[in-house]
């Protein structure tokens, strides 16, 4: 095993290779996909193909963002052992919030200009309006702010998180999997996904991103990242597998059966229950199964 000095290149193998995906994701988007976006080529629909991209969206949306998230909380308590918690807070200030300004107050608003001349609506006039309301947009920004808040949040916390745990065991993964899922569904109730919160935070998703990051700072000292048991992989794989199946089921069945019928994005109904456990269910055997498969697969990437 790799001291913790050394640079674990299969993890900016995954990393990169889950960025692109993030693209591929976004322009879904632009192609049909339910979600919000700058730009739409061609709205969500009932057709085939916007139907396909929404699911392939609603796939990525209950892990990708995730494992960035536990990922980054790897990386913060050997972060701090070298450089303090004021000196590091401080670094991780100017790191992230730089180009949130920028991108909020330069590229944001230029984005939304952009968009808006497909409606007929002039560039200059539409930047110059925006900066007059002092338009803040965070766009895809929004990952760096809620990184500074939960460091923030959990930097007090690491020497007691970080002592070494052996690896979850299956009942606190569901017990986990539940809170997450009772947790959102809860949020959704008052921010239905879709609906953003301060600066562009979709709160509907985060019991999953707070958790996965905490579970990162934890795992950091005994390298649960990189020691992932097969027989966990194994588990949690089968459950994404059936698990993955649900909510389409449930949507159809929701078009045929009243009682079922309701929005997904939240509020008391069948589908909302369903989706909100879906995502921790699926988002485990995706990340469990990426993790240990990426560290074999590129342990010695090429040029």
């Given at each position: 095993?790799?001291?913790?000095?050394?640079?674990?290149?299969?993890?900016d193998v995954l990393r990169g290779w889950v960025a692109l995906l993030v693209v591929v994701h976004h322009t879904a988007l632009m192609y049909g996909a339910i979600g919000s976006w700058f730009w739409h080529e061609k709205n969500p629909d009932?057709?085939?193909?916007?139907?396909?991209?929404?699911a392939f969206c609603t796939f990525n949306q209950a892990w990708f963002m995730g494992l960035f998230f536990l990922l980054a909380g790897v990386y913060v308590p050997p972060a701090l052992a070298r450089k303090g918690a004021s000196r590091y807070?401080?670094?991780?200030?100017?790191?992230?919030?730089?180009?949130?300004?920028?991108?909020?107050?330069?590229?944001?608003?230029?984005?939304?200009?952009?968009?808006?001349?497909?409606?007929?609506?002039?560039?200059?006039?539409?930047?110059?309006?925006?900066?007059?309301?002092?338009?803040?947009?965070?766009?895809?920004?929004?990952?760096?702010?809620?990184?500074?808040?939960?460091?923030?949040?959990?930097?007090?916390?690491?020497?007691?998180?970080?002592?070494?745990?052996?690896?979850?065991?299956?009942?606190?993964?569901?017990?986990?999997?539940?809170?997450?899922?009772?947790?959102?569904?809860?949020?959704?109730?008052?921010?239905?996904?879709?609906?953003?919160?301060?600066?562009?935070?979709?709160?509907?998703?985060?019991?999953?991103?707070?958790?996965?990051?905490?579970?990162?700072?934890?795992?950091?000292?005994?390298?649960?990242?990189?020691?992932?048991?097969?027989?966990?992989?194994?588990?949690?794989?089968?459950?994404?597998?059936?698990?993955?199946?649900?909510?389409?089921?449930?949507?159809?069945?929701?078009?045929?059966?009243?009682?079922?019928?309701?929005?997904?994005?939240?509020?008391?109904?069948?589908?909302?229950?369903?989706?909100?456990?879906?995502?921790?269910?699926?988002?485990?055997?995706?990340?469990?199964?990426?993790?240990?498969?990426?560290?074999?697969?590129?342990?010695?990437?090429?040029?």
């Amino acid at each position: 095993m790799k001291n913790h000095e050394s640079r674990d290149e299969w993890v900016d193998v995954l990393r990169g290779w889950v960025a692109l995906l993030v693209v591929v994701h976004h322009t879904a988007l632009m192609y049909g996909a339910i979600g919000s976006w700058f730009w739409h080529e061609k709205n969500p629909d009932n057709s085939f193909s916007s139907l396909l991209l929404t699911a392939f969206c609603t796939f990525n949306q209950a892990w990708f963002m995730g494992l960035f998230f536990l990922l980054a909380g790897v990386y913060v308590p050997p972060a701090l052992a070298r450089k303090g918690a004021s000196r590091y807070l401080m670094e991780r200030l100017v790191r992230l919030g730089l180009p949130l300004l920028i991108f909020g107050c330069v590229l944001g608003p230029l984005t939304i200009a952009l968009a808006f001349t497909s409606k007929g609506f002039a560039f200059q006039d539409t930047l110059m309006s925006l900066w007059r309301q002092s338009r803040f947009e965070s766009g895809p920004l929004w990952f760096v702010a809620a990184l500074w808040v939960m460091t923030c949040v959990v930097t007090p916390f690491v020497p007691w998180l970080q002592r070494v745990r052996p690896f979850p065991s299956l009942a606190s993964m569901w017990v986990a999997a539940l809170l997450v899922g009772a947790s959102a569904f809860l949020i959704r109730l008052v921010w239905p996904v879709g609906q953003a919160w301060w600066i562009g935070w979709q709160l509907g998703y985060f019991p999953s991103y707070v958790l996965l990051f905490i579970a990162g700072v934890a795992g950091a000292q005994s390298r649960w990242w990189v020691d992932v048991p097969a027989p966990s992989v194994s588990t949690w794989r089968r459950v994404m597998r059936w698990a993955v199946w649900l909510l389409p089921l449930v949507f159809i069945a929701g078009s045929l059966i009243p009682w079922m019928a309701g929005p997904a994005v939240g509020g008391w109904n069948v589908q909302a229950v369903v989706y909100a456990f879906w995502e921790p269910l699926v988002a485990w055997g995706v990340l469990l199964r990426l993790l240990r498969w990426s560290q074999n697969r590129f342990a010695s990437p090429s040029g």
